[in-house]
């Protein structure tokens, strides 16, 4: 069974391009999370998916930043026009949501995607 | 929500012990821990649940104490490979709060 995958595993833009991540849940994971991790930091949480549903948003700032999880295919997180703070590892996480006990559910997460903005 | 860990950083020889905590300053029902080695991705260790159960993983076994509001993780007779940043993390809010990590660096 694979893993949680991610690509690129690098990306390199310059200030005010477009930046496309992608993330594919282990098989059976209808739950992805995506991760912002600095340097010498913790994750900090950006938003919540389902399939074809955005469940919470609330970490991840309102401009330029968009997550989408559709039917078929993987997740994308979109960060247009970006700037050099947006520099920072991106890591996804998926879960099978057994049950309803959120706070027992594990997260697995992907090798991440290290963006680094010129 | 985020736990607070301590300590920040940890130096220790090959097979001897050490313990990091992590602590909350509200009710826990669950602690999940993961390392996480340089450039790598976290990976899950365990979690430990509301009543006081201890689990393990290898030789690194952990004990959760609701009423203190912490968890302990015991890293016995410490190999190389535990080298690595430690990570608790609680849950709420759709959204696992991560602490600021454990560095823990073992050498010969």
């Known amino acids: 069974n694979a893993g949680v995958m991610q690509n690129p595993r690098h990306l390199v833009r310059r200030r005010g391009q477009e930046a496309r991540l992608r993330c594919s849940p282990m098989k059976g994971h209808s739950h992805v999370y995506w991760y912002r991790q600095l340097p010498e930091e913790g994750l900090k949480f950006m938003v919540y998916l389902q399939k074809e549903n955005i469940i919470d948003e609330s970490g991840m700032p309102k401009e330029r930043f968009s997550a989408e999880f559709p039917k078929e295919g993987p997740s994308i997180l979109r960060i247009q026009q970006v700037v050099r703070g947006d520099s920072a590892a991106y890591f996804c996480a998926s879960s099978p949501m057994v049950g309803t006990a959120k706070n027992t559910d594990t997260q697995y997460f992907g090798p991440g995607t290290r963006l680094t903005v010129l | 929500q985020q736990p607070v860990q301590s300590p920040q950083a940890v130096i220790l020889r090959e097979g001897e012990d050490a313990v990091i905590n992590c602590s909350s300053s509200k009710a826990l029902y669950s602690v999940h821990w993961y390392r996480q080695k340089h450039g790598e991705a976290p990976v899950f260790l365990m979690i430990l649940l509301k009543g006081g159960e201890q689990k393990g993983h290898e030789k690194i076994s952990a004990s959760f104490n609701e009423k203190k509001q912490q968890s302990s993780l015991y890293l016995t007779a410490s190999q190389l490979s535990y080298s690595g940043t430690y990570f608790c993390?609680?849950?709420?809010?759709?959204?696992?709060?991560f602490g600021k990590g454990n560095q823990v660096v073992v050498i010969p």
């Open positions: 993390a609680l849950y709420g809010n759709n959204r696992l709060a």
